[in-house]
């Protein structure tokens, strides 16, 4: 199974009919919604990168329907069906791939760093293997608390050949931290395929020597993957140890939108596209009469019109403004000055005039800027405006000649 589209038939039960609809709507607009994030791509409305994970929706919403709304999802950056699978409104996806204010993440991160704190769906990462030890740390968190928040770290099969996938696994399983990893094999990592990359392509074993038993599930049947990583929860939950799961699917798209896709045959796309997970769970539905055909046509249509009102949201929302360009970023103080800025000056040895600044700006920091933000934002100041009055000020007070640094 794990490199071949066939599947190995298992006894699935199906969730009650409520839940088994869900599951259905949320593939749909996953499915919908990433179809038309392609053509705002390609229409220009889309900034930077865009991964689709299309034909990966099983994979998406079988693992994540099998957490409980405390626990932790982290993804890569191939993530749109993270957050939606997760609750966030598909307005808020369509606007953050637009760059847009409303964005989930307020347009500051585009398609790669979807975010939603209160979803506890913790984004949406460019680095490669680089959520991995993010998800231990917050793994390490919830022990710490001692609550009973168990951690879906999601990556690719591409990942599991990171030096971080290592170290994690290893720290994960040494500390014992309720973190289930999650690899989704969906056969490449960009124009490489699993066998030319990997020494290991029984991916559910790459954790074994580190401590980290391993499960399979089959990713194209959402059935499959609810099931398996529903136990895993329930294990690493229960167990406080940390379980791997390989999760094997396929991506119907290129790597990324610009992707000539001379690494793999057309014949194998449709292979793999008969075992398609929407249409299969749709069917499965149908015929076990759980939807009928009119109710399966509905769901498409409610889906469509949900993405149309999505993009037309996102087009609705303003580009975040100008003057906030450097809120929530840190930047080296001889590019920009002001409060946020990172010292850099007074490091360089024998500089005196560069430490006279920054003890300036340290002095700065460590009374009156803070206060006067803090006052600002209890007065009830829009934030940005006090933030770039207080920076204005700090910075020319600071630094005596207006420079901080
Ligand atoms: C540390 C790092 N190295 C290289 C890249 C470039 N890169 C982006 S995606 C990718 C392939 C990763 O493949 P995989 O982990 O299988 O995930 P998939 O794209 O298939 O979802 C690479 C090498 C990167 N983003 N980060
Ligand atoms: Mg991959």
């Not at 994030?37 to 990168?49: D, I, Q």
């Not at 591409?158 to 696994?169: D, Y």
């Not at 040494?174 to 392509?201: D, E, I, K, Y």
């Not at 929407?278 to 539905?285: Q, R």
Request: charged fraction near 25%.
């Amino acid at each position: 199974m794990p490199t071949s589209p066939e599947s190995s038939p298992r006894s699935q039960q199906l969730p009650e009919p409520e839940r088994a609809r869900e599951w259905l709507e949320t593939m749909t607009l996953i499915r919908r919604f990433e179809e038309r994030a392609g053509e705002m791509y390609a229409r220009a409305k889309v900034g930077g990168f865009l991964h689709l994970s299309i034909g990966e929706e099983a994979t998406i919403v079988g693992s994540a329907r099998a957490l409980r709304e405390q626990d932790y999802l982290i993804s890569t950056y191939r993530s749109h069906g993270h957050a939606l699978v997760r609750g966030t409104p598909p307005e808020n996806v369509m606007a953050e791939l637009f760059g847009r204010v409303d964005g989930c993440s307020r347009g500051r991160g585009g398609s790669m760093h979807m975010f939603d704190l209160s979803r506890r769906f913790m984004g949406g990462y460019g680095i490669v293997g680089g959520n991995l030890p993010i998800a231990a740390g917050i793994a390490l968190a919830s022990d710490y608390k001692g609550s009973e928040e168990v951690t879906l770290c999601t990556f690719g099969d591409g990942a599991s050949n990171q030096g971080t996938f290592g170290e994690t696994l290893n720290l994960a399983a040494l500390w014992r931290l309720p973190v289930v990893f999650m690899v989704t094999n969906n056969q490449f990592g960009m124009g490489t395929a699993l066998g030319r990359h990997s020494a290991v392509t029984d991916l559910q074993r790459k954790g074994e020597s580190l401590g980290v038993p391993g499960l399979r599930c089959d990713g194209m049947d959402v059935l499959d993957t609810y099931a398996v990583v529903s136990e895993a929860v329930a294990r690493v939950r229960e167990e406080r140890r940390p379980l791997l799961i390989e999760a094997v699917t396929y991506r119907f798209r290129g790597h990324s939108m610009a992707d000539p896709e001379q690494y793999r045959s057309k014949d194998e796309v449709a292979r793999w596209r008969e075992r398609d997970p929407l249409p299969a769970f749709a069917e499965l539905l149908v015929r076990e009469g759980v939807i009928d055909a009119d109710e399966r046509e509905r769901v498409d249509e409610r889906a469509i019109a949900r993405v149309d009102a999505a993009v037309q949201f996102a087009e609705d929302s303003p580009f975040p403004a100008p003057a906030s360009l450097y809120d929530d970023v840190y930047v080296l103080d001889a590019e920009v000055r002001g409060w946020y800025s990172v010292e850099t000056a007074g490091d360089r040895a024998g500089d005196a005039l560069g430490e006279e600044r920054a003890d300036a700006r340290r002095q700065a920091a460590n009374d009156e800027i803070p206060q006067q933000l803090t006052q600002a934002l209890a007065a009830g100041e829009d934030s940005r405006e006090s933030a770039a009055a207080v920076a204005r000020d700090g910075a020319a007070g600071a630094g005596g000649d207006g420079a901080g640094g």
